[in-house]
């Protein structure tokens, strides 16, 4: 047996050492290569499972915008056809409030022709109650019909300069009446200054200001006039009323919201300021109310200033005439009316007054009567909307032509589009609106045969 020196199990000894740490090191090498195998693994099953839950949530955010896609769809259908609901509304309010203008200017006239004959003072009274009665249905109709065409979108402003002379005046005609009735003063303050406005919805504005005013005043008056703020004039109607408390002083703009009266006066329907705010939103015109308990209330509106200069003279501004003239008896009237009552009660004002009335339907009909008659008329009277889509200011026209004179003529309407008023104006004719007020015709009327 071979002996083995000190040196060589030295020698073999560091021979296993190093043996030992290769080995432990080739070891540990595979631990880590398997350790970033496993790592490797999870990242890839990870990323498996993000890019399922990314590929979920595409989908379930897809399929929330196809629903809100859906939604609009839908509630774009709705807006439609709560739109077309809406027009169809208001244009059968329109209609309809236009055919019921005509029987009330029937009635409006049959009463004043009563009124002119001889009765007791007890049927005179009663007279005058009924013809108000019929006053506040009138006014509910235009009101009516103010709120239907803003809706429609079919009310436009027609902005140009107007005098405040122009609108004040036929309001302290109109009101001044009233006023005495009631045992109330009403003071117009009359002024020389011009305003940028819409002539027809500015007075309609006004109007319902002091109709609401002279309804709620008991005693004491209403006065209306004017302030300078700068560029701009400020038309103010303050009356002596209870006030309005500060709880109230907006819902009093809201329709069919309505002031206390006492007893024995009668309320209004609690559309006039609804319509007065309606009005001067689409006029860009400001509205301001100041009011304190038991002194009295100030509605004030914000207009711009004009120019007074730039005021057309011949510009139709809204007017009532107020001519005082006789002359009427023996007068030749045309009358083309296609409304059979409001044709029998203009025929009989007009032969109170003393009028040869010849009563016609449509421009064909009334050649013929002055073909036979062999005389030409006085004046003219014609309903704007005839029969079969003829018109009352082609009719006068036709008429004019045949007889190769301009005879005087009125065009009567229930038509209260500014678009009426200025059709008349192109023609130059004369236009008063139904219910046709009977001192406003006789005047305007007894004005051309002049």
Same mark, same amino acid.
């Given at each position: 047996?071979?002996?083995?020196?000190?040196?060589?199990?030295?020698?073999?000894?560091?021979?296993?050492?190093?043996?030992?740490?290769?080995?432990?090191?080739?070891?540990?090498?595979?631990?880590?290569?398997?350790?970033?195998?496993?790592?490797?693994?999870?990242?890839?099953?990870?990323?498996?499972?993000?890019?399922?839950?990314?590929?979920?949530?595409?989908?379930?955010?897809?399929?929330?915008?196809?629903?809100?896609?859906r939604?609009?769809?839908?509630?774009?259908?709705?807006?439609?056809?709560?739109?077309?609901?809406?027009?169809?509304?208001?244009?059968?309010?329109?209609?309809?409030?236009? $055919?019921?203008?005509?029987?009330?200017?029937?009635?409006?006239?049959?009463?004043?022709?009563?009124?002119?004959?001889n009765?007791?003072?007890?049927?005179?009274?009663?007279?005058?109650?009924?013809?108000?009665?019929?006053l506040?249905?009138?006014?509910?109709?235009?009101?009516?019909?103010?709120?239907?065409?803003?809706d429609?979108?079919?009310?436009?402003?027609?902005?140009?300069?107007?005098?405040?002379?122009?609108?004040?005046?036929?309001?302290?005609?109109?009101?001044?009446?009233?006023?005495?009735?009631?045992?109330?003063?009403?003071?117009?303050?009359?002024?020389?200054?011009?305003?940028?406005?819409?002539?027809?919805?500015?007075?309609?504005?006004?109007?319902?200001?002091?109709?609401?005013?002279?309804?709620?005043?008991q005693?004491?008056?209403?006065?209306?006039?004017?302030?300078?703020?700068g560029?701009?004039?400020?038309?103010?109607?303050?009356?002596?009323?209870?006030?309005?408390?500060?709880?109230?002083?907006?819902?009093?703009?809201?329709?069919?919201?309505?002031?206390?009266?006492?007893?024995?006066?009668?309320?209004?329907?609690?559309?006039?300021?609804?319509?007065?705010?309606?009005?001067?939103?689409?006029?860009?015109?400001?509205?301001?109310?100041?009011?304190?308990?038991?002194?009295?209330?100030?509605?004030?509106?914000?207009?711009?200033?004009?120019?007074?200069?730039?005021?057309?003279?011949?510009?139709?501004?809204?007017?009532?005439?107020?001519?005082?003239?006789?002359?009427?008896?023996?007068?030749?009237?045309?009358?083309?009316?296609?409304?059979?009552?409001?044709a029998?009660?203009?025929?009989?004002?007009?032969?109170?007054?003393?009028?040869?009335?010849?009563?016609?339907?449509?421009?064909?009909?009334?050649?013929?009567?002055?073909?036979?008659?062999?005389?030409v008329?006085?004046?003219?009277?014609? $309903?704007?909307?005839? $029969?079969?889509?003829?018109?009352?200011?082609?009719?006068?026209?036709?008429?004019?032509e045949?007889?190769?004179?301009?005879?005087?003529?009125?065009?009567?309407?229930?038509?209260?589009?500014?678009?009426?008023?200025?059709?008349?104006?192109?023609?130059?004719?004369?236009?008063?609106?139904?219910?046709?007020?009977?001192?406003?015709?006789?005047?305007?009327?007894?004005?051309?045969?002049?």
């Amino acid at each position: 047996m071979t002996s083995r020196t000190p040196g060589s199990l030295q020698a073999l000894e560091r021979e296993t050492i190093k043996l030992k740490k290769i080995n432990a090191a080739l070891i540990s090498r595979v631990e880590r290569s398997m350790d970033q195998q496993a790592n490797a693994f999870s990242l890839f099953e990870t990323a498996i499972a993000l890019d399922h839950r990314v590929l979920e949530r595409t989908r379930q955010l897809q399929e929330a915008l196809r629903s809100i896609e859906r939604s609009n769809d839908d509630l774009l259908r709705a807006k439609q056809q709560a739109e077309a609901a809406s027009s169809l509304k208001s244009s059968v309010l329109i209609s309809v409030t236009h $055919d019921l203008l005509q029987p009330l200017n029937a009635a409006r006239l049959t009463l004043s022709t009563l009124a002119e004959m001889n009765i007791p003072a007890q049927g005179s009274a009663l007279i005058g109650q009924v013809d108000r009665s019929l006053l506040t249905l009138e006014d509910l109709l235009r009101t009516l019909l103010d709120i239907s065409k803003l809706d429609a979108g079919v009310l436009k402003p027609d902005m140009r300069p107007i005098t405040v002379a122009s609108l004040f005046e036929p309001l302290r005609q109109e009101f001044a009446p009233l006023a005495a009735r009631r045992g109330l003063s009403l003071r117009i303050l009359p002024s020389p200054h011009a305003v940028v406005s819409d002539p027809l919805m500015m007075r309609r504005i006004l109007q319902n200001l002091l109709a609401n005013a002279l309804r709620y005043t008991q005693a004491g008056g209403v006065l209306m006039g004017c302030r300078l703020r700068g560029d701009q004039l400020s038309i103010q109607v303050h009356d002596t009323g209870p006030g309005i408390p500060e709880a109230q002083r907006q819902a009093i703009f809201l329709e069919f919201q309505r002031g206390e009266v006492n007893d024995g006066e009668q309320a209004g329907f609690g559309l006039g300021l609804s319509i007065v705010r309606r009005f001067a939103t689409e006029l860009g015109h400001e509205i301001q109310l100041e009011s304190h308990l038991g002194q009295g209330s100030t509605f004030s509106i914000t207009l711009p200033r004009a120019d007074s200069s730039d005021v057309a003279q011949a510009a139709r501004e809204v007017q009532h005439l107020d001519f005082h003239y006789s002359g009427l008896e023996g007068s030749k009237v045309l009358l083309i009316e296609n409304d059979p009552s409001s044709a029998e009660a203009m025929a009989a004002l007009l032969e109170k007054w003393g009028c040869d009335v010849a009563t016609t339907i449509s421009a064909t009909d009334a050649m013929d009567r002055i073909g036979a008659l062999g005389e030409v008329p006085d004046a003219i009277i014609a $309903d704007l909307h005839l $029969d079969n889509g003829e018109n009352g200011l082609e009719a006068v026209n036709a008429i004019r032509e045949q007889i190769r004179i301009d005879v005087p003529a009125i065009i009567v309407t229930a038509d209260y589009s500014p678009g009426a008023e200025k059709e008349a104006g192109m023609y130059g004719l004369e236009l008063l609106r139904k219910p046709v007020k009977p001192a406003e015709m006789r005047s305007l009327l007894s004005f051309l045969l002049a």
